[in-house]
């Protein structure tokens, strides 16, 4: 069974500086990765998606997102943060055969500090 | 843009009542999901429909229902609501895969329900 694990359940950083989320997931074939982030209040929006080719994908705002297979591993980075990023973000990870299915980790609370 | 709209932000019900939730999407998206989101365990599927009439369960099923009549519209049912089923739901919403492994799912703001 597929599996997604975010360590990180609360993460505090100073506007300005750099980013790394966690997340590790278990899939017995290719897996199809996907960053979402929901604000205060709000439903989730995708920030980024790996399917295939390119292991760095680039996303909205300023994030990217590295899939290395050999540490099953597809963690979430942003150069610079704004205080706008304070947020819940989630890692999820879908199965084969195109059914549309989700995977959601646990999610990781992003607090920016002044 | 997709819009997916949820017919309450809040919701507060008693226990063992009828609730429906109510999700619309104006995109003509033939996926449809909900899913309840719990402090700590992230989002849980709990039902979905691939094309009006077909449901499937997802991950949670147990005392919930669904409905899909119409492409737009998906209803989630709680039979009989219970305190433990005090939770945000979300719906979202995806095309068909079209020579693409998957489509983006887009959500809806959710519905906060508190069982008494």
């Known amino acids: 069974a597929q599996s997604v694990t975010q360590p990180d359940i609360h993460i505090?950083?100073?506007?300005?500086?750099?980013?790394?989320?966690?997340?590790?997931?278990?899939?017995?074939?290719?897996?199809?990765?996907f960053w979402y982030v929901?604000?205060?209040?709000?439903?989730l929006q995708l920030l980024l998606k790996y399917?295939?080719?390119?292991?760095?994908?680039?996303?909205?705002?300023?994030?990217?997102?590295?899939?290395?297979?050999?540490?099953?591993?597809?963690?979430?980075?942003?150069?610079?943060?704004?205080?706008?990023d304070a947020?819940?973000?989630f890692c999820a990870v879908g199965g084969i055969g195109g059914n549309e299915k989700l995977t959601f980790g646990t999610g990781t609370r992003l607090t920016i500090i002044p | 843009d997709v819009k997916v709209t949820q017919s309450s932000r809040y919701l507060v019900k008693r226990t063992g009542e009828k609730v429906f939730l109510e999700c619309v999407?104006?995109?003509d998206h033939e996926?449809?999901?909900?899913?309840?989101?719990?402090?700590?365990?992230g989002l849980r599927l709990i039902y979905f429909s691939y094309d009006v009439k077909?449901?499937?369960?997802?991950?949670?099923?147990?005392?919930?229902?669904?409905?899909?009549?119409?492409?737009?519209r998906f209803s989630l049912i709680l039979e009989s609501a219970s305190t433990n089923q005090t939770s945000m739901y979300l719906c979202a919403s995806s095309s068909l895969s079209s020579g693409?492994?998957?489509?983006?799912?887009?959500f809806g703001p959710g519905t906060r329900l508190t069982v008494l």
């Open chain 2, 100 to 106: 693409k492994p998957y489509n983006e799912q887009f």
């Open chain 1, 87 to 89: 947020a819940e973000y």
């Open chain 2, 31 to 41: 996926n449809m999901f909900w899913y309840r989101q719990d402090p700590g365990l």
């Open chain 1, 51 to 84: 399917f295939s080719g390119d292991t760095l994908v680039q996303g909205i705002k300023g994030f990217e997102a590295e899939f290395k297979r050999s540490q099953s591993s597809f963690n979430l980075r942003k150069p610079s943060v704004h205080w706008s």
């Open chain 1, 38 to 43: 929901q604000s205060p209040g709000q439903g």
């Open chain 1, 12 to 33: 505090t950083v100073s506007e300005g500086a750099s980013l790394e989320l966690r997340c590790n997931y278990s899939y017995g074939a290719t897996p199809y990765l």
């Open chain 2, 54 to 72: 077909m449901k499937e369960k997802g991950d949670i099923p147990e005392g919930y229902s669904v409905s899909r009549e119409k492409k737009e």
């Open chain 2, 25 to 27: 999407q104006d995109m």
